[in-house]
């Protein structure tokens, strides 16, 4: 099965990019923002503004049917 890159809807701060990112690398999201954050602010704010904006447009939304939510009874169960 391959993997794919999408938003997530439940991990979501902004628009789901850096939750659907360390969903697809198997690394925590909160790192994730943590690195895009401090790449960011290195670099004058706009240059990492601008790359989330444009992943958010470009990476597609997770599907219903992978919408998975831990601890929600109507996918564990």
Same mark, same amino acid.
């Given at each position: 099965?391959?993997?794919?890159? %999408?938003?997530?809807?439940?991990d979501s701060k902004i628009c789901g990019v850096c939750g659907g990112i360390g969903k697809f690398l198997n690394i925590d999201a909160?790192?994730?923002?943590?690195?895009?954050?401090?790449v960011s602010v290195f670099t004058s704010g706009v240059p990492g503004v601008l790359a %989330?904006?444009?992943c958010a447009v470009v990476i *597609?939304?997770? *599907?219903?049917d992978e919408?998975?939510? *831990?601890g929600n009874p109507s996918v564990d169960a």
């Open positions: 099965m391959q993997k794919k890159l %999408y938003r997530l809807k439940y909160t790192l994730i923002r943590l690195i895009w954050i401090v %989330y904006f444009i *597609p939304e997770e *599907p219903a919408d998975y939510r *831990p």
